[in-house]
């Protein structure tokens, strides 16, 4: 039953929460979807702590996607052993997680110490940090210093198709009852930050202005926008 | 050809006395809310000076506006891809320090503090962390009326760029005012760094709006735009900027800054302009040729064809008519006596200036120097050096402030010799051809710059609410808009009309 719980109820109540809040958040918040960027109030410190965490997660993304959910057939398709994916996998992971998990203490010592940040961080900014820091401090360490070899447990035969599981709704929880309990924990951490996301500044990540360099540089509107209705 | 309508000002320098009313007035109506503390929407600047926020004229640090590069045109500080590379940490951007930390007083400690020896104070405290600050050092005035001294005086970009001009002898002092407020641009820059496309320009009236809605604080605006007229609200994290008070003009009123002016100095009307141009003027190679280029945007108000083009645009009569009898065609356009504010940033800035006179450094030891003629040198010993002014209003180009200054001056002959006398000896002279002009122009210049009537120095069309095609289901739905469901006859295949 626990299985169950952690496996199936708790990511999908995690997606639930994440999906239904950023909707509600998005249609009936909408003036506070921003990047509550602090760059006015100091930007010595941020000039290393944000390009280094935002970089860091940019890469540790990929990778998560690289290794999560791209099935293992697509890298044996390619001719691409597992020795070598391991080998990137390490080296990458490596850099993309130290530099997250740098750029977060960097920031979160920017958040104590630096008076006028500190006084307008909430509860939930100090929240997103940390947890993000122990998140990204579990995954830097499994990668740096797990010492799994594909041969003791590869992640991409369990972790993989459990998680690809979850999306064509028959999630496949037995796959994760037998991996290593570090595993279990940065994975379940990693879900219950997806719950929390409508409730933090971390919104702003579904707000990467990928559209911009698309776009006519000077932007016109009209206030009544007859010419638009009038038919 | 793409007319479109803009509502601009002019602000004619020479009354400007440096009061800051309008600064006040602006800040009461729009920007007393916690986040907007440091705005200054409407500030008026000592110069020379260092400005505000500090040394915002150094575009070479922040990288505002526009600039050529292989004769395109492009963002100063890159275009989007870059920009979305440098998304996490603006470089470019202003801080608090360039600012200033905002603060009030404890007012309250006047009130609660018990009977004692000494007199109860309020401290300063600040509004950003609520601390106590033991003593401002800085704020959006600081050096008004020149009283930071040399200190402050040398920060002044303009200044660092004409040594050779300014010496800061205590006889050679010049001073003046420049109030200044969003320009709201022909080729607003900051409309193009927004990555979100959240601020835009208005169809109806040109004014540079943000979305509160879509903005989401990536804070390229603060930077991109030149004049630093964008602000971040550290409260909301959204940007803010001056409306041109939009719910007072689409009434008719005037700008809160330009009602309450107390020399009278502001003006506001439409101008014609064609969209179409608006690009390939602020492409052109010299910088000293921006002034002109922009001017070519501008349509005649009376030419039977732009009133047809205007018309096709959606441009109803009582808009063309504003923009016949707008101050702002007759003093920038027609006159040619108000010019934008550094030109050179490429963005077709649309509040313009009439350069200030200032006294005559030189003693006239000889008669024959009052005569008319005698003021033809006169323009180039003014205390304001020539070259200042260009710097700020022409982009370098000394001789079209000459030209505008010989007019301004020749008006003034112009109009004393009306009333004192030698009228008939100004009409024969060198100035008038100089200055090229004519008497009856002067004439209504002068009406105009020192007369004018409220009606005559705002001529602001309300707004087009009867072109809204919705009317008939406005009315009466009061406030209910968008919960009544749209009225008419339902069609057999849904939705409406």
Redesign the interface.
């Known amino acids: 039953m626990g299985d169950v719980f952690w496996w199936v109820i708790f990511p999908y109540a995690c997606l639930i929460i994440m999906v239904f809040g950023l909707l509600y958040r998005f249609a009936f918040r ?2 506070t ?11 010595k410190w ?2 290393f702590g ?2 280094l ?3 860091g997660v940019i890469f540790a993304f990929i990778g998560h996607l690289m290794g999560i959910v791209v099935p293992m057939g697509f890298y044996d398709a390619l001719g691409i052993s597992n020795h070598l994916y391991h080998l990137g996998a390490v080296y990458g992971g490596s850099l993309a997680g130290l530099m997250m998990v740098v750029g977060l203490i960097i920031l979160l010592i920017r958040k104590i110490v630096f ?2 940040v500190r ?2 961080a909430t509860f939930a900014d100090f929240y997103s940090v940390i947890a993000l820091l122990i998140i990204a401090g579990i995954g830097t360490y499994i990668t740096m210093f797990g010492n799994f070899t594909p041969e003791e447990f590869d992640y991409r035969s369990a972790i993989g198709p459990w998680f690809r599981s979850l999306f064509v709704l028959s999630p496949q929880y037995q796959l994760m009852t037998s991996i290593p309990f570090i595993f279990k924990l940065h994975t379940l951490l990693g879900f219950g930050l997806f719950g929390s996301i409508p409730f933090t500044r971390l919104v ?1 990540f579904y ?1 990467i ?5 698309t ?1 006519a ?8 926008q ?2 638009n ?2 038919s | 050809m793409k007319i479109k309508a803009q509502v601009a000002m002019v602000m004619h320098l020479d009354k400007c006395i440096g009061c800051h009313t309008c600064s006040v007035t602006c800040k009461n109506t729009w920007t007393n809310r916690p986040g907007t503390e440091y705005m200054w929407f409407n500030n008026v600047e000592t110069r020379p000076g260092t400005g505000y926020p500090k040394r915002w004229e150094d575009t070479e640090r922040f990288k505002g506006g526009w600039t050529l590069k292989n004769g395109k045109l492009q ?1 100063k500080a890159g ?3 870059s ?2 590379m440098n ?5 470019d ?1 202003a ?2 320090d360039d600012y200033y930390e905002p603060w009030t007083y404890n007012y309250q400690n006047l009130i609660d503090s018990p009977k004692g020896e000494h007199l109860p104070v309020a401290r300063p405290q600040s509004v ?4 106590y600050i033991d003593k401002p050092e800085w704020g959006s005035n600081w050096d008004d009326d020149l009283a930071g001294g040399t200190e402050t005086v040398s920060q002044d970009p303009t200044v660092e760029k004409l040594q050779d001009h300014i010496s800061m002898e205590y006889e050679k002092t010049f001073m003046m005012y420049l109030p200044r407020i969003c320009e709201h641009c022909l ?2 820059s900051c ?2 760094s ?4 959240a ?6 009236d040109g004014i540079v709006l943000v979305d ?2 879509a ?5 390229f605006c603060m930077s991109g735009c030149p004049y630093h007229k964008v602000y ?1 609200n ?5 940007a803010e900027k001056c409306n041109f008070c939009y719910p007072r003009t689409e009434a008719g009123l005037p700008t809160i800054c330009s009602e309450t002016c107390v020399g009278r100095i502001r003006y506001i009307g439409v101008v014609l302009y064609d ?1 179409d141009k ?1 690009k390939e003027a602020a492409s052109v190679e010299d910088p000293q040729d921006l002034y002109e280029s922009q001017l070519s945007v501008f349509q005649d108000p009376f030419d039977p064809e732009v009133i047809e083009a205007a018309k096709k645009a ?1 441009i109803n009569d009582e808009w063309i008519e504003s923009a016949q009898n707008s101050p702002v065609y007759k003093m920038a356009m027609k006159w040619k006596i108000a010019l934008p504010l550094h030109p050179e940033y490429r963005t077709l800035p649309m509040v313009w200036y009439v350069p200030p006179l200032s006294p005559i450094m030189n003693h006239i030891t000889n008669e024959d120097d009052l005569s008319t003629d005698g003021y033809i040198p006169a323009v180039d010993q003014m205390r304001i050096p020539v070259e200042y002014l260009a710097s700020i209003l022409a982009a370098d180009d000394t001789k079209l402030i000459r030209r505008v200054l010989l007019k301004l001056t020749a008006m003034r002959v112009h109009m004393r010799g009306k009333t004192v006398g030698g009228i008939d000896a100004f009409r024969q002279s060198e100035l008038l051809k100089e200055a090229n002009t004519t008497p009856e122009e002067l004439e209504d210049m002068a009406r105009l710059l020192g007369i004018a009537k409220y009606n005559e120095r705002f001529v602001i069309p309300t ?3 009867e ?4 009317l008939y289901y406005a009315q009466g739905a009061c406030s209910l808009e968008d919960l009544a469901p749209p009225e008419g006859m339902a069609s057999l295949i849904g939705g409406n009309s």
């Open positions: 909408q003036l979807w921003a990047a509550p960027s602090t760059e006015f109030f100091e930007k941020l000039r944000s390009p965490f935002h970089w008076n006028p006084v307008h702003h707000s202005p990928v559209a911009y360099p776009r540089p000077q932007q016109y509107r009209s206030r009544a007859y010419k209705k009038s | 963002l275009g989007p891809i920009k979305l998304i996490f940490y603006n470089p951007m801080t608090m950003i962390t609520g601390e080729n607003p409309v193009a927004c990555p979100s496309g601020l835009y320009k208005r169809d109806e509160q809605e903005c989401r604080g990536w804070r971040y550290w409260n909301t994290h959204k969209a608006v959606g707004g087009r609410r072109m809204d095609d919705d």
